[in-house]
């Protein structure tokens, strides 16, 4: 479908997927909806683009990687994906950001960030569906279990101590605030994982990922533990 206020992706998609394999592409555009409806009831079809290779139609998008070996994505497939990208990004910003001010990303500064940073950036995915991110959370953070608001205030919670303990100010409050929070976080996960055994998808980085609850989602409270004794005891 090439349409004035629309192109289909995936019909651009299985244009490349094509040229890259070394195919030539007659590419024929659905230009208005009728043609698209049209098209539709000659093949029998329910979406668009359809691909025919030598005169065989192979499908859509998914179907013409299937056709190729390729394993089309499973949007409720698990996955540690979001997490792996959000901490790596977050790490080289620590490094950038503490290369800028001390001139060297090596320090111990650069740690501090890591983990503050990563703080901001997983509050920022939990505040982008509150309401989402609370049931998920509710189905096993202990403390949200009890007093149902806490599933609402945690996302706010995590960004603020994040934020003050980026600029290293009132330590005071930011510490304790990310200690209660990751001490309960890191509670609950280890309870529901690895004592109750159940197979759960984390609310860490928001409450429609497909991040498993596991490893991963107790480290990250951990971090939190870890970076607010830090600023209370050693630092």
């Known amino acids: 479908m090439v349409m004035d206020k629309h192109v289909c992706p995936y019909g651009l998609k299985a244009r490349h997927l094509l040229r890259s394999k070394g195919y030539e592409v007659e590419d024929h555009h659905l230009t208005t909806r009728e043609a698209t409806d049209a098209f539709k009831a000659q093949h029998g079809v329910k979406t668009t683009p359809q691909v025919f290779v030598g005169g065989e139609r192979i499908g859509g998008f998914d179907d013409l990687r299937r056709w190729f070996g390729g394993k089309p994505r499973d949007p409720k497939a698990k996955t540690y994906q979001p997490v792996i990208a959000l901490f790596a990004m977050t790490a080289l910003l620590a490094l950038a950001a503490t290369y800028v001010v001390d001139g060297t990303p090596f320090t111990m500064r650069a740690i501090e960030w890591f983990i503050s940073f990563s703080m901001v950036v997983l509050a920022i995915q939990k505040l982008r569906d509150v309401e989402s991110f ?68 984390c609310a860490c980085v928001g409450g429609d990922s497909n991040v498993p609850l596991g490893f991963i989602s107790l480290t990250e409270n951990v971090m939190m533990v870890a970076m607010a004794a830090w600023m209370l005891v050693g630092r």
């Not at 953070?141 to 599933?151: C, F, M």
């Not at 304790?176 to 509670?187: D, F, S, W, Y």
Request: charged fraction near 15%; aromatic fraction near 16%; avoid cysteine.
């Open 134 to 201: 609370s049931s998920m959370f509710l189905g096993y953070d202990l403390l949200a279990k009890r007093w149902v608001p806490y599933g609402y205030v945690y996302p706010f919670a995590e960004g603020l101590a994040g934020v003050l303990m980026t600029a290293g100010v009132l330590t005071w409050f930011s510490a304790p605030l990310a200690l209660v929070i990751g001490g309960v976080g890191a509670v609950s996960v280890f309870k529901a994982v690895y004592i109750d055994k159940r197979d759960l998808k």
